[in-house]
């Protein structure tokens, strides 16, 4: 070896650091490597949201939660498929089990870290379901605060500096919008004054993390790409990366963790588990190409749930670049419905974004359906925004051929060339279930997640209004992701296991590298990123005690 460490990282990703502080903790020596010039991820990149049940914040505000309630919605969720590789109830118990140490942990460590006050599980129906949510994120971050390192990370898509709790309040309109806008414009003048750009979401939260691990003696190194894990009599005992153009072979005496998460930037991988889909409809960072889960197959690992992805419904108007515009809530509100390509509903539109784009896709099987068209009228245009535009700037991109746009229901049909009879039909029978306040053929509005998306105001059902005014508006919709959600299978430990279910020794893996271990739904907002932190720290809990859990 060049040079050995107790402990090595592949990837800067949500986990990492997670187990660095661990490591660092128990004083031993610890590399992270990222490829990227950028520390952080998509993690950074994203909302920073970590779903963690049965935490210490949701006791100090007396919600009732406990590991009992946590399990028995892991396993509601999972009902269908209760021993997917990933996810078995061994490694949903240990999730449970862990996740509130985890938090106590990063805590201890100084990491400041609050909970959402609401923002329900998306099964809150279910049993085991939490309607206020489970949901933590980091407070907001000064970066000024990271040094040099500023430049370091990777910026999040959140403009503005409000907690992802504001965001969602915003979100939800009424006069606590407006207080939470307040208080962000406050803010916005208090950093104008004192030159504190404060950052939120993945930004903060992983901000935050590398702030920690550096203070704790992480090695962290960007443009570092691994290209090979060396084992060694069966053993993972380090890496290949390339570092200043030349190879370097780094040991990591406890073990290896891969956080080099998932595959949404590669169309090769996403031909061969998620074929249909395009790598143009991933939110995610460029850098996630997959190339670590390939290694692991290659020594043996074993993958899973390939074919699962964190949804994230998207329009793509012409020259969309980056971030798509997202349609997370649009159709979750009344006066809205969504059709195949014939003019045919056929799901919840209110559901969450990977049950919402597993539909479309599931539809497509049988009926063209991705994309699909989300249709509103203008009772709808007229209250809530359509892919964040409204009015003029509505009108204008019907202009630009970006929404389609019809007088009547049959006109509509027209400029989207659905079957007018089938969208006539679709709309009628909708409307009433609207008038009724209930949704007879897929329950749209059928629990507290989902009326929360809707509209509050909105009477019988905030999910459910009729679509009856021209003129009628409607946009295409296809199922981008944030994430894809299959990869390794690991166990309880973390640890990497083969096809015959026996570990890789001193090779562990985490985030959307692995096979999920909530299964194949997203079990409320921070469904991938607080698996991610939880299965890093334990898998550094269980190289540094050589297999006795701390
Ligand atoms: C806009 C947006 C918002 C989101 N919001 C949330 C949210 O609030 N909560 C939530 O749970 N999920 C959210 N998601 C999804 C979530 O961000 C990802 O699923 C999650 O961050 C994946 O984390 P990870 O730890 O697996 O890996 P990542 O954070 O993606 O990190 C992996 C790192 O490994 C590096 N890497 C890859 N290959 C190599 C290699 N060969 N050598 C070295 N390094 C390598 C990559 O460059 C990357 O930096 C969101 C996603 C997006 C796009």
Request: net charge neutral; hydrophobic share 40%.
């Amino acid at each position: 070896m060049d040079e050995t460490f107790d402990f090595v990282v592949i990837g800067s990703g949500g986990g990492s650091m997670a187990a660095a502080l661990l490591l660092r903790s128990l004083g031993k020596s610890v590399v992270i490597l990222e490829k990227t010039d950028l520390v952080g991820g998509t993690t950074a990149r994203s909302g920073g949201v970590m779903w963690i049940p049965n935490n210490r914040f949701l006791k100090q505000d007396g919600v009732e939660d406990s590991a009992e309630k946590a399990n028995a919605y892991l396993d509601a969720i999972n009902s269908d498929d209760p021993n997917l590789p990933g996810a078995t109830p061994a490694r949903r118990r240990s999730f449970v089990s862990e996740a509130p140490k985890l938090l106590d942990f990063l805590i201890a460590q100084g990491i400041k870290l609050q909970r959402i006050k609401y923002w329900p599980d998306y099964y809150d129906d279910a049993p085991g379901g939490l309607e206020a949510g489970r949901t933590i994120c980091a407070d907001l971050f000064d970066i000024n605060e990271l040094g040099e390192w500023k430049e370091k990370l990777r910026p999040t898509v959140i403009p503005v500096p409000a907690t992802m709790g504001e965001v969602m309040r915003v979100g939800g309109g009424g006069l606590d919008a407006k207080l939470a806008m307040a208080a962000i414009g406050l803010r916005m003048i208090y950093m104008k004054l004192t030159k504190a750009p404060l950052v939120t979401g993945g930004q903060a939260l992983q901000g935050r993390m590398l702030q920690a691990s550096l203070k704790a003696g992480a090695d962290i190194r960007v443009n570092t790409p691994v290209k090979e894990i060396l084992i060694e009599n069966g053993r993972a005992v380090g890496v290949v990366v390339t570092q200043d153009g030349k190879d370097k072979r780094i040991g990591g005496a406890l073990g290896v963790l891969i956080n080099a998460g998932g595959f949404s930037k590669s169309q090769k991988l996403r031909d061969q588990y998620l074929p249909g889909t395009k790598v143009e409809w991933s939110q995610v960072q460029p850098g996630d190409t997959g190339e670590m889960i390939e290694e692991a197959l290659r020594i043996g690992g074993a993958v899973a749930q390939m074919d699962a992805t964190v949804g994230s419904q998207i329009a793509l108007p012409p020259g969309a670049t980056d971030m798509k515009p997202m349609l997370q809530s649009d159709a979750a509100k009344p006066h809205a419905i969504v059709v195949d390509q014939s003019g045919e509903r056929f799901m919840n539109e209110a559901g969450s974004y990977v049950d919402f784009c597993d539909g479309l896709k599931a539809r497509d099987k049988v009926s063209p359906a991705v994309p699909s068209w989300l249709v509103v009228d203008s009772q709808y245009t007229g209250k809530y925004s359509l892919m964040n535009q409204k009015g003029e700037k509505l009108e204008a991109m019907v202009g630009f051929g970006v929404f389609k746009k019809g007088e009547t229901l049959e006109a509509l049909a027209a400029a989207c060339g659905m079957d007018a009879g089938k969208l006539k039909a679709s709309v009628e029978r909708f409307n009433g279930f609207a008038r009724r306040g209930k949704d007879d053929d897929f329950n749209k509005g059928g629990n507290v997640y989902q009326r929360w998306q809707g509209d509050r105001a909105h009477q019988p059902s905030p999910s459910l209004g009729t679509l009856e005014q021209g003129p009628f508006y409607a946009v295409q919709v296809y199922p981008g992701d944030v994430s894809t959600y299959g990869g390794l299978v690991t166990d309880e430990y973390a640890r990497v296991l083969k096809a015959d279910g026996a570990p890789i020794e001193g090779l562990y893996a985490t985030g959307v590298s692995t096979a999920s271990a909530m299964g194949r739904r997203e079990p409320a907002a921070g469904g991938s990123v607080g698996p991610s932190f939880v299965w890093g720290y334990v898998a550094a809990k269980h190289a540094a005690h050589a297999g006795n859990q701390a």
